[in-house]
């Protein structure tokens, strides 16, 4: 300290004020301008740098479908499925990649936004919130690829299929629960993305995306809905193949975990924002 330095002169300390953290989502609509800003340069990434991504969406499953297709024909095994099973699984990949991209996605956006902040302050929520928000538009090009199929196939379609967007977000939703838990444990352990990875691959095979549930058990088709994905896709496609089919009460349960999951990662980024800045 410099003598000339008056040792009682007052100071100020300089801290953020004591609000919900990461809850605080008036926070979060003062700085609504920046969140647009974000999801505008989400969209602009994939349509401008990578617009192999907007079709990537339904390409990927669409070659994924011909493999499992072929696959069936030559083991004439049946999956259970209502409607003709290239349309059936085609679905199931669609939602299913589009679900694994965005729990990626928003378990690495804060990762991703590391340069900003560590500059500026905002609302940590903003990051993986924009991705979630961004990602809209990718599922209605999801949805409209699958009615394009449907049609093909001379699969109908009525008013029930409106039910589509509320399960879409239900689908939104549970991403961003599942990839905050995971962008909030990134933070401290990178590798962790690995192990996100692995799940989701073993996903895949443990969700109905190739398979009907009906021809599980009855003992597991019990506890099945406890992936919250089962849920999600049997819902989907009763409401655009066959709304008098659509299970509601696992659609439910997907709602509940759901929202256990986003209560979960909201937590767990709230205490990773304090050390963020000294961790990215």
């Known amino acids: 300290m410099s003598a000339n330095t008056p040792m009682n002169e007052p100071s100020s300390k300089i801290r953020p004020t004591q609000g919900a953290g990461i809850f605080d989502f008036a926070e979060v609509w003062a700085y609504r301008a920046l969140l647009g800003q974000m999801i505008k340069r989400q969209i602009m990434i994939r349509v401008v740098t990578s617009p192999l991504s907007i079709v990537w969406g339904f390409i990927r499953p669409a070659i994924m479908t011909l493999a499992f297709y072929y696959l069936r024909r030559m083991s004439s095994a049946d999956f259970g499925h209502d409607v003709p099973y290239a349309l059936f699984i085609f679905s199931g990949f669609c939602l299913w990649f589009l679900f694994a991209e965005i729990v990626l996605q928003v378990a690495g956006s804060l990762s991703a936004d590391a340069s900003v902040i560590k500059k500026v302050y905002y609302p940590r929520l903003i990051s993986p919130l924009a991705v979630v928000l961004s990602r809209f538009m990718d599922f209605i090009i999801v949805v409209a690829a699958i009615v394009i199929a449907q049609l093909l196939f001379s699969v109908g379609i009525d008013w029930n299929f409106l039910w589509i967007i509320p399960i879409g977000l239900t689908m939104l939703a549970l ?51 406890l992936n919250p994905m089962v849920g999600v896709l049997t819902a989907a496609r009763g409401a655009m193949f066959s709304p008098s089919t659509i299970d509601y009460n696992a659609w439910l349960i997907s709602i509940g975990l759901t929202a256990c999951l986003l209560l979960i990662g909201l937590t767990m980024l709230s205490r990773a924002a304090k050390l963020i800045g000294d961790r990215l």
């Not at 991403?175 to 692995?198: K, N, W, Y």
């Not at 995306?209 to 809905?225: A, C, D, R």
């Open 175 to 225: 991403a961003f629960g599942v990839g905050a838990i995971f962008a909030s444990l990134m933070v401290f352990h990178p590798d962790t993305r690995r192990f996100l990875e692995v799940m989701l691959y073993l996903g895949l095979f443990l969700s109905p995306v190739i398979f009907s549930k009906s021809i599980l058990p009855i003992t597991i088709q019990t506890y099945y809905p």
